[in-house]
């Protein structure tokens, strides 16, 4: 008996891909050539700006780590927006860079998460955890549990309205 994988299962298997759906979407427009280089040379250009006013906005500009820190949020926040916005379909996410800045990206899916902070923290009537939680599921890439969060929050919102509260979406 063979200790090797039959050829079957060996197909069978796929590699799971961890990258941010930004980086996804990135990727998948330059192969496919939805991104060609003025757009590229766009989202290159910008980038620094977002990380720079990310970063300033939690603590400082000048420090190594705090810029590395607003990389990865910035990549989190167009992440959430182009795969909220575009409902996972990385053809739609690719031409979206294309078509807006890439600051608006950003922006797109700093709103989303302002909306959801401004809901209330019980677990009956809003976010798991809290701000903290939700901002923790999109941090470290988890979209399926922000958009869960995402979804909690609007039928909590809405919930809130139908009882006579204040509509916070």
Do not use: W
């Not at 810029?67 to 989190?76: I, S, Y």
């Not at 379909?89 to 401004?118: E, N, V, Y």
Request: aromatic share 8%; glycine share 10%; net charge neutral.
């Amino acid at each position: 008996m063979s200790a090797s994988i039959p050829e079957t299962q060996a197909s069978a298997l796929a590699l799971h891909d961890q990258r941010a759906f930004f980086e996804k979407a990135l990727a998948y427009g330059v192969q496919h050539g939805i991104l060609d280089a003025a757009a590229l040379d766009a989202i290159h250009a910008e980038a620094p700006k977002g990380m720079v006013q990310i970063a300033r906005y939690f603590g400082s500009e000048f420090l190594r780590p705090e810029l590395e820190k607003a990389r990865e949020r910035m990549v989190n926040l167009i992440s959430l927006y182009l795969q909220e916005s575009c409902d996972g379909d990385l053809q739609a996410a690719a031409q979206s860079l294309r078509q807006h800045s890439l600051l608006s990206r950003s922006k797109g899916g700093s709103d989303m998460l302002r909306r959801l902070i401004a809901l209330p923290e019980s677990s009956h009537f809003g976010l798991d955890g809290g701000e903290f939680g939700f901002y923790r599921s999109v941090q470290f890439g988890r979209q399926a549990a922000g958009q869960v969060q995402l979804q909690r929050g609007q039928c909590a919102g809405a919930t809130l309205f139908a009882l006579g509260g204040q509509h916070f979406l």
